[in-house]
DNA sequence: CGATCGTTTGACGGTGCTCAATCACCGTGG
DNA sequence: CCACGGTGATTGAGCACCGTCAAACGATCG
């Protein structure tokens, strides 16, 4: 394992554990949730009464279901949680992965229903809020309200990041965009940003980027060839962020409209181009 | 989007081209903002006697740029936005094409920066809330709050659309799927989910769904092929929606882990089969 | 140890990007 | 009225990236 800088780091492996229950030692007021959201809290004293139910949920369960009525939202404490779509024919498009401090299940707000499903990737513990209170809250907790607006804020700048990883750029790029954002992920929670251990398989990292998985091993040998990374199994290490991330920045060539931006900046970094199919049936 | 349960399908009407003047006699209000959100008013005067900014922006020029400081966030009340990031080289990602009602730059609230740009597609009105009355007004007006929450709320479901065209299924899939999504929002807005007028040129469709724009022109022909669709520039006539939306359906084949699923379904989907999608295509 | 799953590597074929040329539709000016 | 550029849309030819298929490996678990 790694980095056992983060609490409860005892229980990483995917037991039988527990049946999700609130955990009796768990502190679970909203004070605590705004701290997680990193707002500061005016009225300690009300926002210490106000009491949050905690979920667990255990390695590779759902914390919801794809269409299902929209209960509560979560605020994830521990662990990672995965949200993807599925198709009729059974393609997971996987949307996101989500972290300490992020916000899940947000977009059911507006029709009531999850458009998209959640599964942990590991034991998780998520701060839940129901949907019914969720109003009521904001208005009695300012401080809730803001933090809400600033979640959900950053959860609309996530698309982005989903939009430049599934971007028409070639596989290495993209896992190299991935990467990146999982170390300043890594960064943003204080654990190391240059080792760490990921919490996905290939294949999801496959559905992620929209390549086949076969795909993402060969890149990952590519990046290791360009002495960026070293990859075993899901341990990763980042050798050389620097050069990662001019790799990562490189797109494809486009000769419609240049705009003469200044100096011309590439100066290193083989393999520019991008062509090639992406159809039919990827690999699942 | 809009909730469908609410009235006011009286005013969805576009009454012809009134915008043609930066509104002098124009009713600005909250009133008149929470109602384009379908949100329910109590307070009549109070909502009434909130004035709200009116933004112009004439066809192709800049709502914001990227990377400008966040000052206000928007509610399109005529006209067509279009979000985008530049990357260093020039190559413009379209993150969306956005309509009546829907909120514009909500994503720079919580860094205060813009993290994409955003251009007018049309000449273009824009209800302006400043960033720093926000909260403020959140309080006060509790269904302004609820308006905000909702509307960004479907603003997050809208990345599942980006996802859904961008993944990683044939080009005429991707065009099929955006053209579903078009006329679902004509007949949002009250328009005629058959015909329109589509608002962006072939480049940023191109754009949008992450293929070469030489791509578009040729999904276009291969729809029309088909019967699906007839497109003459940007004037496009949906001859047989039924169609088309099967055809969206349509990704790839997994072989891998199908879903057990019960008894087998005999749905034949008309799915693209491998080997030369695009020139056998049935006939027609 | 055998079974199952995830990862890796190889070979082949196809789709879509690149590079171009052409056409249609403008607004301008000769 | 027509030649002249400019922009956007369409069409064609060639090539290579990546998806598919296949098989070997490695890891974990019962």
Redesign the interface.
């Known amino acids: 394992m790694i980095n056992p800088t983060m609490p409860t780091a005892e229980s990483l492996r995917p037991r039988t554990m527990r049946t999700a229950r609130p955990a009796p030692g768990d502190r679970c007021s909203m004070a605590d949730l705004l701290q997680l959201m990193g707002v500061p809290v005016n009225d300690h004293h009300l926002a210490g009464s106000i009491p949050v139910v905690v979920r667990r949920v255990a390695s590779g369960q759902a914390l919801y279901h794809e269409g299902a009525d929209a209960l509560s939202i979560y605020f994830v404490r521990t662990g990672t949680i995965k949200t993807s779509?599925t198709?009729?024919?059974?393609?997971e498009?996987v949307?996101g992965f989500l972290g300490r401090g992020e916000v899940v299940g947000?977009?059911?707000?507006?029709?009531g229903h999850h458009?998209?499903a959640a599964v942990a990737l590991e034991d998780s513990t998520l701060y839940a809020l129901p949907v019914q209170d969720?109003?009521g809250l904001?208005?009695r907790l300012?401080e809730l309200?803001?933090a809400?607006?600033?979640?959900?804020?950053?959860?609309?700048?996530r698309?982005?990041d989903?939009?430049?990883l599934?971007?028409?750029v070639a596989a290495e790029v993209r896992l190299a965009r991935f990467l990146v954002q999982v170390s300043r992920k890594m960064a943003a929670v204080g654990q190391s940003p240059s080792r760490f251990h990921l919490r996905m398989s290939r294949r999801e990292i496959a559905r992620y980027l929209?390549?086949a998985h076969e795909t993402v091993s060969r890149s990952f040998g590519a990046l290791a060839q360009m002495g960026c990374v070293h990859a075993d199994n899901r341990e990763v290490e980042i050798l050389n962020l620097e050069r990662l991330r001019a790799f990562a920045?490189?797109?494809?060539r486009?000769h419609?409209?240049?705009?003469p931006?200044g100096t011309a900046?590439?100066l290193h970094l083989p393999r520019v181009v991008a062509g090639g199919a992406?159809?039919?049936?990827?690999?699942?």
Chains 1, 2 share one sequence.
């Open positions: 779509r198709a009729e024919d059974g393609y498009q949307l947000f977009d059911a707000l507006c029709s458009p998209t969720l109003f904001g208005q300012p309200d803001r809400l607006h600033l979640a959900v804020s950053s959860q609309l700048m698309r982005d989903l939009a430049e599934m971007a028409p929209g390549v920045r490189s797109t494809r486009q419609d409209d240049a705009p931006v900046a590439s992406t159809t039919q049936a990827l690999h699942q």
